[in-house]
């Protein structure tokens, strides 16, 4: 158990649907962030939240749209999906959003849309 | 452009038996280097972090070393497990902005 939870572990969307992505950390951490893997590729970084507000958006489609209510939870919300992304999404925090630190991630949430 | 290569893409060994994973990168300036290790359906956990001035680090059965002039890291895993059979990320960072720079993995299998 890393402290960081995502929930749901497995979706399936069409691409008109709307659905949301949780993360939850309990380790006290300042910084999350959402990042994408698929196969055969590097952990692309998708956002960073610094304090809640959101420092960094990797040049990410308008059809995912990130939350950050408090510094312990995070969202990412999808609409209107397209295939290709379809990938395992995985949340991550650390103590305080400096480069380099260690990043305690969640289990992912594997997402395929159809 | 930072890169960070990871070789070999997969392996596949006995239990019992040593690998060594290596990690190349022309990430700079340089910060730090982690190995993480991804079991399957899980996320990355940070097994070991290299700073600059280090050479040789030890975590249980897993050894990182780094030589900072060649730009290169390895991770050798002594008396493999069964347990051990995971994706191996190699991540380095930079003095320079946020960014780090992941490597796409190796794929460890262990079998019996």
């Known amino acids: 158990e890393t402290g960081v939870t995502q929930t749901p572990r497995h979706l399936v969307m069409g691409m008109t649907n709307k659905k949301s992505l949780k993360c939850e950390q309990h380790?006290?951490?300042?910084?999350m962030y959402w990042y994408k893997q698929s196969a055969k590729k590097p952990l692309e970084l998708m956002f960073v939240?610094?304090?809640?507000?959101?420092?960094e958006n990797n040049s990410v489609p308008s059809r995912f749209s990130p939350e950050c209510p408090n510094s312990s939870h995070l969202f990412l919300h999808l609409h209107t999906l397209q295939p290709e992304d379809s990938a395992l999404y995985l949340c991550?925090?650390?103590?305080?959003?400096?480069?380099?630190?260690?990043?305690?991630f969640g289990s992912g949430t594997q997402l395929s849309v159809l | 452009k930072n890169q960070v290569e990871q070789s070999p893409q997969s392996l596949i060994i006995l239990e019992g038996k040593n690998c060594t994973l290596q990690?190349?990168?022309?990430?700079?300036?340089?910060?730090?280097l982690r190995w993480y290790k991804q079991d399957t359906g899980r996320g990355p956990v940070s097994l070991t972090i290299?700073?600059?001035?280090?050479n040789t680090k030890s975590n249980g059965r897993y050894t990182a070393t780094l030589d900072a002039d060649t730009k290169q890291s390895s991770l050798h895993i002594t008396a493999s497990q069964l347990s051990d059979s995971a994706s191996y990320i190699c991540?380095?960072?930079?003095?320079?902005?946020?960014?780090?720079?992941f490597g796409k993995g190796t794929s460890l299998l262990v079998t019996p």
């Open positions: 990690c190349n990168y022309t990430v700079s300036p340089f910060s730090n």
């Open positions: 991540v380095v960072s930079s003095n320079s902005g946020y960014a780090l720079n």
């Open positions: 991550a925090s650390s103590q305080d959003g400096t480069g380099g630190e260690k990043l305690f």
């Open positions: 290299m700073t600059f001035s280090e």
């Open positions: 380790l006290g951490h300042n910084a």
């Open positions: 939240y610094n304090f809640k507000e959101q420092t």
